[in-house]
């Protein structure tokens, strides 16, 4: 019993080391109203299509991401392509 607790603390703290960050993305559009919460509330949308067709039918709204820093997120993604060398 012993040995089967000591491979699983040991594989929990590999995987726990080894275990990478998910990638911070910003996301240009925010839903705002009762059931989002107070403050900026969900900011997780990439269009204002997306954001609207949620809000669709609910006491909600969409606005612009006042956190989103658009030069950021696009010169993350130029350096993803550029990444690349053959």
Known sequence: ???AWLALMVAFAVSAAVA???????????????????GVGDCSFSTLAQCQATASGRDASCAANPYFNAKADMQTDRNRQHGRRF
């Open 1 to 3: 019993m012993r040995r």
């Open 20 to 38: 990478m960050p998910a990638a911070a993305r910003e996301f240009p559009y925010c839903i705002k109203g009762c059931d989002f919460g107070a």
